[in-house]
């Protein structure tokens, strides 16, 4: 029955009022009810019905530290699917607890948590596979962007104002600060990394305590935690599903091609199809992390057209910066001996330099016959590189074959702990291409490290605040033998203890500059190959197509903070808000 003028006004009016309540709830950030045991059901890909009638208004592509709060925030509203190669962390004591931290990075099955990659430069890294993503298997600290990243970057600072709590209420909570911690607190402060700022989740020169996402029995709280915060009837989450492809819908007269799905394998190979429903505004968001994204677009047909033509990759959209300007913050780690062996502790204490270096440290992984056992540090922040090698001859096996000589390393040598120097933002930058197309393959990744004389001036800069951290009453203190500890020695000790496949150079402890190259290891934080106004525009759309967008790390030119995951777990978040806002914007007219 058809509605009267002044009805239907009123209907109009109803609608107009309801959106703009919810509006108002997005912007008072109004917190939803959170329990792990409302948790939407995981299912296997496989499960996944061949020719699904079912379609979707976002298609989440990486369940990882960005891709859980956006599919969390974006099923409040509409209905989303949520696509995620790795299997869940729930039950997997690698990834839950800390004290099995470097155990979980050193699983070389083709379905565990953590994929490594070796870099051309060398440098051996890891990715995530594995819903929850970089949070399931980095060191846990938690800390926010510094105010000039948030105005860089563009975002709305009060929205950024709520979006962090929204996380931070979840899944963060403050650490019961470890020895080794406190003393590289005490230290730092001592040599002048000044003031002391106490607990805080903001990005503070001076020396600081952050977040964790480890509870006080070292368990490990992960983004894919956040997925609780959702409509588990709106939400429908699927575990090694590997996205190969995203399908493009025939241009029909229109300028841009438009993403209208996915094509993925499930965990037995089989093929599968997922497609967006009708609306417009609906989309395809890619939140596979700094080099899943790049390399599906590729694979996708987004990139230089010369290296999709290589690949017989059909051409749906030339832009030669896709994978350009990757970079990853390099890091150095010394060695401190000490008269006993510390307690396991990973990052809690940061001193932020005005330089632009970071001051970390992490103990207790190495001292111990199983740790021992387990080649602890092949992907860690004791571990070096390969990059003296031939690049034919960097292969995981062989630095695995290397790291077997640590177990005839004497039990002393374990006995200490690492203090960590890592620049931010790095100049140095390199890129990212296919070697094949098979998605479950990693790409060729160049990061340059200390390419750029800058990063390797603010290298030196750190090695030598350690030193200054080293002549302190804290750190002499821990000396075995009570006199203090000179920078040779702990150089020295440094470069024996870092299981890398580098030959030493005989000027090692000499030069900080040959010291920097030759030590230089990673601790995740790259980033970069999507960047904004190359391959996405402000909000994060692909340029030159339509229905899709990507959410994650791969559109930073800086990694956020100290580390990162708290601003891309925030940014899940915050995307997930702004989408809602202006799509529900657009339906009331406003």
């Known amino acids: ?33 959170f329990s792990l045991r409302n948790l939407p059901p995981f ?13 979707y208004d976002y298609i989440i592509v990486g369940g990882g530290t960005a891709g859980c709060p956006l599919a969390a925030t974006l099923s409040h509203r509409y209905r ?4 995620e190669r790795g299997g869940s962390p729930y039950g997997d004591r690698n990834v839950s607890y800390m004290q099995n931290f470097h155990i979980g990075l050193m699983n070389m099955a083709p379905d565990s948590p953590s994929q490594a990659f070796i870099s051309t430069d060398g440098v051996i890294n890891a990715r995530a596979r594995v819903l929850g993503g970089g949070t399931c298997i980095n060191a846990g600290f938690y800390s926010r962007a510094s ?40 230290g730092l402060l001592q040599a002048g990394v000044a003031p002391f700022n ?48 995203i399908v493009f819908g025939s241009r029909q007269g229109r300028l841009k091609a438009r993403a209208i799905g996915v094509e993925f394998t499930d965990e037995d190979g089989r093929h599968h199809q997922a497609f967006l429903n009708s609306n417009r505004d609906s989309e395809v968001i890619v939140s596979a992390g700094a ?71 992490s103990s207790g992984f190495g001292q111990s016959s199983e740790s021992v056992h387990c080649h602890h540090g092949i992907m860690s922040a004791e571990i070096g590189q390969l990059s003296t090698i031939p690049p034919k001859q960097r292969t995981l096996e062989a630095a695995q074959k290397y790291a077997h000589n640590k177990l005839n390393l004497p039990k002393e040598v374990f006995h200490g702990g690492f203090i960590l120097e890592k620049i931010d933002g790095p100049m140095s930058t390199g890129h990212l291409v296919l070697t094949d197309t098979d998605v479950r393959n990693n790409p060729a990744v160049t990061f340059n490290y200390f390419s750029h004389p800058q990063d390797l001036n603010r290298c030196i800069y750190g090695i030598k605040t350690i030193e200054r951290i080293l002549k302190t009453n804290r750190f002499s203190e821990l000396s075995a033998d009570g006199a203090g500890l000179s920078m040779e020695r702990v150089l020295n000790m440094s470069v024996q203890a870092n299981v890398n496949l580098i030959p030493k150079h005989t000027n090692d402890t000499e030069s900080l500059e040959q ?15 999507c960047h904004v106004g190359k391959v996405v525009d402000q909000h994060y759309r692909v340029l030159g197509v339509s229905g899709l967008r990507v959410v ?29 806002r202006e799509r529900l914007g657009r339906a009331a007219g406003v």
């Open 1 to 33: 029955m058809a509605l009267s003028g002044r009805a239907l006004l009123l209907f109009e009016l109803l609608l107009l009022l309801a959106c703009l309540l919810f509006l108002l709830e997005l912007s008072q950030g109004k917190e939803e009810a």
């Open 43 to 55: 299912h296997k890909a496989s499960s996944y019905p061949a020719g699904c009638p079912t379609t």
């Open 80 to 83: 989303v699917l949520l696509l």
């Open 147 to 186: 105010p000039s990243f948030i105005q860089e970057a563009g975002w709305d600072e009060d929205l950024v104002n709520k979006s962090y709590p929204w996380v931070e209420d979840k899944i963060v909570q403050w650490p019961k600060i470890a020895p080794w911690q406190a003393a590289l607190r005490d």
């Open 198 to 245: 106490g607990y805080t989740y903001d990005h503070v020169s001076g020396t600081k305590v952050g977040g964790t996402i480890f509870d006080e029995t070292g368990y490990r709280h992960t983004a894919a935690d956040l997925l609780s915060a959702g409509d588990a009837s709106n939400l429908k989450v699927l575990l090694h599903a590997s996205v190969h492809k």
């Open 291 to 361: 080099i899943g994204t790049p390399q599906l677009l590729l694979l996708s047909g987004i990139g230089p057209k010369n290296d999709l033509k290589n690949h017989n990759i059909p051409v749906v959209l030339h832009n030669r910066y896709v994978g350009k300007g990757m970079a990853d913050n390099p890091m150095n780690s010394i060695f401190i001996p000490t008269r006993s062996p510390p307690r396991q502790s990973l990052i809690e204490t940061v001193g932020i330099t005005e330089e632009g270096v970071f001051i970390e440290a």
């Open 515 to 529: 010291f920097c190259k030759d030590t230089v290891i990673t601790i995740w934080h790259y980033h970069g190959g």
């Open 552 to 580: 994650d790390g791969s559109i930073f030119s800086k990694s956020p903070g100290t580390n990162p995951q708290a601003t891309v777990m925030m940014m899940g978040r915050y995307m997930g808000v702004k989408i809602l």
